[in-house]
Each structure stands twice: as C-alpha cells, then as structure tokens.
T-cell receptor, first 113, second 120 residues
Framework: GNSVTQMEGPVTLSEEAFLTINCTYT??????LFWYVQYPGEGLQLLLK?????DKGSNKGFEATYRKETTSFHLEKGSVQVSDSAVYFC????????????FGAGTRLFVKA | GAVVSQHPSWVICKSGTSVKIECRSL??????MFWYRQFPKQSLMLMAT?????????EQGVEKDKFLINHASLTLSTLTVTSAHPEDSSFYIC????????????????FGPGTRLTVL
C-alpha cells in the first residue's frame, strides 16, 4: 500500500538556520505530494504541493521538489524564523486507492531566537 | 482555494452522550469527504471515507456503530460519536475533495479546521 516516511523530530534550530525535513514515499499510480503545517491547537494548512515528477512546490520561503527517481519530497527553507515553529506533515494522495491522503508521522520544528 | 468548515470547533460532553460534528464545503460540491482523528502529538489517522448518497467506508479497526457518518448532500457530511467515552477525546478533522478526473488539482483535498472533543 501507499506510505509516507518522514524524519523523526523534534528538530531544533536557531533563527536563520537552514532547514531540511526529509520525506520519502511509496505509492502506486500517479501520486500528488503535499507538505502541510500545523500550528499548536490548530488544523492543517497546506504549505505547498507538487503534482508530477520534477515539479517544485514553493510557498513562504519553503520549497520541495518531487523526485520520482528517489521517491522523495524533502522540505527545505534557507532561513527559518521563530514563527516557523510548528509540526510539518508530508503527505500523498494517489488516484489509486480512492484518493485517500496518507500522512507521514509529522516532524516538530522548534526555532530558537 | 476551496474552503471547508467544521462545527463546532470544540465540544465538551459527559460520558455516555452522543456528539455530532458537521463538515461543510462552502464554495464547492464534494462528492467525497474524509474523516480523520488525531491524538496529541501524533499524525492524522484516516477513520472513514464518506461518499454522498451512499454508506461510508470505514478503515480497519474503526467501529462503524460508534462513529456514524452521514453524507446527505454534496456540501455536508456529519460524524456522530455515539455514547462517547473519555477515550474518544481527540481532535477530529474532515477534508473534502472536488469531483473530477485525472491528477493534479483533483488529487488535492481541502481540510477543515478541526473539532476538539473532550469527553468527561
């Protein structure tokens, strides 16, 4: 079945540091890939997405590239801010399996001033 | 982007009572909605897939008599937690998908803000 694996947290960084959160997937069909962010006590917000191989999703300084050859969709940001502290979820939705969204376990990010 | 709302945003109830949570797609018609459950500091667990006009499909291990799902219209799905107990306390999130074929936009789901249920 489809699955998503992302690096365990928590990840603790200083402000302006470079961020990478690794995400790999297994899927049949033609999956779309997503990164969601969840701030404390809130629901999910779509951060960025990519719908086909080699697409790059970007938003608010975050970016991720859909790499079919390595089945990866790593999240990066060049300079994190304290306000980026949240939980980040990698996810996929495939046209097979009823368009269910499969989530990774989530990675908690703490950014220190 | 498309908007999905949930009501209520939080609810506290006594053990043994039933609680209904609504999920609405505000600016599009959703033939399929999904219900997730999230425990503290954990990921989202898919509970069931709700299809308009038909019975919901439940994931393995989810009690369908405990978690009643109704998708009576193209813009509304409801989740009723029956005879709630403290272990049902959780964050419940719904999502909705626009109908369509192929990949791209139609693989995206739009998530509601979640409902926090606390059972005393």
């Amino acid at each position: 079945g489809n699955s998503v694996t992302q690096m365990e947290g928590p990840v603790t960084l200083s402000e302006e540091a470079f961020l990478t959160i690794n995400c790999t997937y297994t899927a049949t069909g033609y999956p779309s890939l997503f990164w969601y962010v969840q701030y404390p006590g809130e629901g999910l917000q779509l951060l960025l997405k990519a719908t086909k191989a080699d697409d790059k999703g970007s938003n608010k300084g975050f970016e991720a590239t859909y790499r079919k050859e390595t089945t990866s969709f790593h999240l990066e940001k060049g300079s994190v801010q304290v306000s980026d502290s949240a939980v980040y979820f990698c996810a996929l939705t495939s046209n097979t399996g009823g368009f269910k969204t499969i989530f990774g376990a989530g990675t908690r990010l703490f950014v220190k001033a | 982007g498309a908007v999905v709302s949930q009501h209520p945003s939080w609810v506290i109830c006594k053990s043994g009572t039933s609680v209904k949570i609504e999920c609405r797609s505000l600016d599009f018609q959703a033939t399929t909605m999904f219900w997730y459950r999230q425990f503290p500091k954990q990921s989202l667990m898919l509970m069931a897939t709700s299809n308009e006009g038909s019975k919901a499909t439940y994931e393995q291990g989810v009690e369908k008599d405990k978690f009643l799902i109704n998708h009576a219209s193209l813009t509304l799905s409801t989740l009723t937690v029956t005879s709630a107990h403290p272990e049902d306390s959780s964050f419940y999130i719904c999502s909705a998908r626009e109908p369509g074929q192929g990949g791209g936009r139609y693989n995206e789901q739009f998530f509601g803000p979640g409902t926090r249920l606390t059972v005393l």
